[in-house]
């Protein structure tokens, strides 16, 4: 039998563990730049263009780019120093989003999409480096909370960046915002710059070339297709993406220009729309938490619940007959996803060996990525060609997020007996 593992207190594991707190304190200066360009980019495609299509095609692009990049990100996390990758992922992204502010009329639509492109590219390359990282700057009873606060955190700046975001662009317009996240970019670089981190992959000398990139990208597949019960926590992201995620990027744009107009644009009503879906995912991950604590079998059925949360939140958006009700619907949706969301990850940070988490993270990452490609993509096409109402739109989100829950249910939690505890650290 083995030791049950001690959780450790989120204070205890900000102040205690110096590595760790930079790590944060970068990624919640990043975070908040980030919402500040969600914003700002939706609004400025929504009103440069007025069509549906334009905008689910933003999000696309912001998907996409994830998808091609992120497995070759996780290439680099399980081959070099993750910390310098972190450090210039951050120094380029600041010049690229600068880029924005040359986008003025109609005409350079494509010039906002290559931005998005670049910048979301190299995301896609951070952040699978940042889960591969977490491990290494934390114990192992400090996993669990680790992973919970920075969850807590990604939601907490939804909510305050999106607000935020959607006053500065709905008072001052698009540029300040676009200033804002460059900066947040160079700010996040300098907390890394202060981790002490040597590195833990293996060096190789073999020099790393186009062919071997290709390859190793796709170990990270083949790695989920020999441990089907990895492969189940791994693609739950991309199940929330499908489902919701991506759908709802181009029904927020949609019901904050067009329905409930507020500010600029309605760049107001749309920061208000990402807030509560913040809030609602910003609690969720600690009250369930302090519920479940990290035992395996309490985080497989929390998972369980998220789902159910996600309907009831998507149920009462269903009606769009006031702000009020979407919000509150929001704010439940955020509480369900961010349980699937956060549990899933802690499952897979403890069972995947180092040696293999970076592939895997990226492998993982460019899923979800396609995954919310796929679903922006038919949102914004459903809208424009079949002229599908709002509602119907959610009808669709929520059949398809029961299907996925069922499926979870089947195969995470009811045949949970038949999983290994640990995954094997071979890969093909």
Known sequence: MTAEIRSVSYRELISGNKNFRNLWLGQIISLMGDWFNLIATAILTANLTGSG????????????????????????????????????????????????????DASQIWLLYTLTALQLGISGIFFPTKDAILPDVVSEDEIGTANALTATTWSTMLALGAFLGGQVAGTWGIAPAIWLDAFSYLLSAYFIAKISYTQTTEKSEEPLRATSVFKLSFQGFGYLSEHKAILILATQKASLMLAVSGFNEVLQVELSSKVFIIGEG???????????????????????????????????????????????????????????????????????????????????????????????????????????????????????????????????????????????????????????????????
């Open 266 to 428: 309605g760049s107001t009503g749309l920061g208000w729309l990402y807030a509560i879906v913040g809030v609602g995912t910003g609690v969720s991950p600690i009250l369930a938490r302090w519920i479940t604590g990290d035992r395996e079998r309490g985080l497989r059925h929390a998972i369980t619940a998220g789902y159910g949360i996600t309907l009831i939140g998507l149920m009462l958006m269903y009606p769009i007959t006031s702000l009020e009700l979407v919000l509150a619907g929001g704010f439940f949706r955020g509480f369900g996803v961010a349980i699937i969301w956060v549990f899933s990850t802690t499952l897979l940070l403890k069972k995947l060996p180092n040696k293999v988490r970076g592939r895997v993270f990226g492998t993982e990452f460019a899923l979800l990525t396609l995954a919310g490609a796929i679903g922006s993509g038919l949102g914004g096409w459903f809208l424009d060609a079949f002229n599908m109402s709002l509602q119907n739109l959610i009808l669709l989100m929520g059949t398809l997020m029961f299907i996925f829950g069922i499926n979870w249910f089947i195969n995470g939690v009811w045949r949970e007996r038949n999983e290994l505890s640990r995954a094997p650290a071979s890969i093909t």
């Open 53 to 104: 299509l334009a905008v689910g095609g933003l999000f696309v692009i912001r998907s996409l780019a994830q998808f091609v990049s992120s497995p070759f990100g996780g290439v680099l996390a399980d081959r070099f120093n993750r910390k310098k990758i972190l450090i210039w992922s951050d120094i380029l992204r600041f010049f690229i989003v600068l880029g924005f502010l040359l986008v003025k």
